[in-house]
């Protein structure tokens, strides 16, 4: 079931990303790419390397928590009450349908086509910095995963969100979001502060994707209301996702040098050359 699934899947995504990248980036960018492929994947090679070993630790992580953290369930419901459940007065099959596609395949999307876009942009900073944003989501999270143990309204309220609920509607998706995460993995919601992440970079480069830009927005906020209409999540953790999120984004603005790796190299020969003529004047 699980092969079938990602089949499925990998069919949309692999159907919709030309498309979008027709759309959005366009043919010029897309060729000046293809020739400029190599310096621009050696410019960031770094940056994906940390962000591939981000998510082997995470994935080994979620496999093997240990229990070391604080039960926190009951103090998120007392927090927010059954905030949640405002979802079942306004649930219909409609809705399950597009908020159960926008938190499988929007989602999938949402992360995949940024890092695309970014990278067919001549200066290569701003997929520098998406690529670190997620790695620090994906870093922050595993850890708040450890460090906060608690259980979403599907498991405990199971009565009240059956209407909605993603496993009970599409029984076959538990397959693929148990790959990638367990019950207790709620606290931040990541589905909420990836989504989050994109729609500030899309803000970011609205000048270069306008047309992106309002897509990326509408789907990202769809995603995340989708956590909680899905009884995926609680309001906590998607308000605490959404900080997730600003903190990431951030961060990588802080670590990510606005110019690179080339364009420090050309600096640096550049200083070397003036040395040298300075020596020669003397």
Request: with cysteine; hydrophobic share 45%; glycine share 6%.
């Amino acid at each position: 079931m699980l092969a079938e699934v990602l089949t499925q899947v990998a069919i949309v995504i692999g159907f919709v990303l030309p498309i979008a990248a027709g759309v959005f980036i366009g043919r010029e960018r897309l060729s000046r790419t293809v020739s400029e492929f190599r310096s621009r994947l050696r410019t960031s090679a770094p940056t994906l390397l940390v962000l591939g070993t981000v998510l082997m630790l995470n994935r080994y992580m979620r496999q093997n928590e240990p229990n070391v953290g604080f039960y926190m369930t009951e103090t998120i419901r007392s927090i927010e009450g059954e905030f949640v459940l405002i979802f079942q007065d306004i649930a219909t099959p409609l809705l399950t349908d597009y908020f159960t596609a926008s938190y499988i395949y929007g989602y999938t999307f949402l992360l995949l086509f940024p890092p695309v876009a970014y990278f067919a942009l001549s200066d290569t900073t701003m997929f520098r910095r998406l690529l670190t944003a997620y790695s620090l989501n994906y870093a922050l999270g595993v850890v708040l995963y450890v460090l906060v143990i608690a259980y979403g309204p599907r498991n405990i309220l199971p009565e009240f969100v059956a209407e909605t609920m993603l496993y009970d509607n599409n029984p076959e998706y538990q397959y693929l979001t148990g790959e990638v995460n367990r019950n207790t993995n709620v606290f931040p919601s990541l589905h909420t502060s990836l989504s989050a992440t994109v729609g500030i970079f899309a803000y970011y480069t609205r000048e270069e994707y306008p047309k992106w830009f309002p897509v990326a927005v509408l789907i990202a906020i769809s995603v995340i209301i989708s956590t909680m209409y899905l009884a995926i999540h609680w309001g906590t953790d998607v308000f605490f996702g959404l900080i997730l999120a600003s903190v990431c984004v951030t961060l990588s603005n802080m670590l990510v040098g606005r110019w690179s790796l080339d364009d420090l190299l050309d600096r640096l020969d550049d200083d070397s050359l003036d040395a040298v003529r300075d020596r020669l004047g003397r």
